[in-house]
């Protein structure tokens, strides 16, 4: 059965909450070779961004994030208060400031998912295979 590294972390749900996170990322004992590392930041900062502009936080106005580390992939995983939109991979505005997070987190992820909980939380994974 293979090893994995799990860690989890709470940010409040603003506008540094993607910084926050790239930060805490950076820290972590991830052992990620530079490529797989930017990839991993990249995820992480458009599943947080798109929580914070589209969803409600979880109570204390917080997202959780974690990774799940395994020798062959990293999971990441943002948890927020839930929204109406559903994440979608939209068509690239290129007049529009937005709307590229999904399509981003869509091309260098090897999957991605997201679901509503029965208490109305909502969570949207990412998995890189290293």
Same mark, same amino acid.
Request: charged letters at 20%; aromatic letters at 8%; proline letters at 0%.
């Given at each position: 059965m293979p090893s994995t590294t799990s860690a989890k972390c709470r940010v409040r749900s603003q506008a540094t909450a993607a910084g926050? $996170? #790239?930060?805490?990322l950076r820290r972590a004992p991830?052992?990620?070779n530079d490529d797989a590392l930017a990839d991993v930041l990249?995820?992480?900062t458009e599943l947080v961004t798109?929580? $914070? #502009?589209h969803a409600r936080p979880l109570p204390g106005e917080i997202l959780e994030v974690s990774y799940d580390l395994r020798a062959d992939s990293i999971t990441i995983t943002v948890t927020d208060g839930g929204s109406i939109q559903r994440p979608s991979v939209r068509t690239i505005d290129l007049s529009s400031p937005g709307g590229r997070g999904m399509y981003?987190?869509?091309q260098i992820?090897?999957?991605w998912q997201s679901r509503n909980a029965p208490d109305g939380?909502?969570?949207i994974q990412a998995t890189l295979l290293l």
């Open positions: 926050d $996170v #790239r930060r805490w991830l052992h990620l990249v995820i992480a798109n929580a $914070v #502009r981003m987190v869509n992820a090897d999957c939380t909502h969570w």
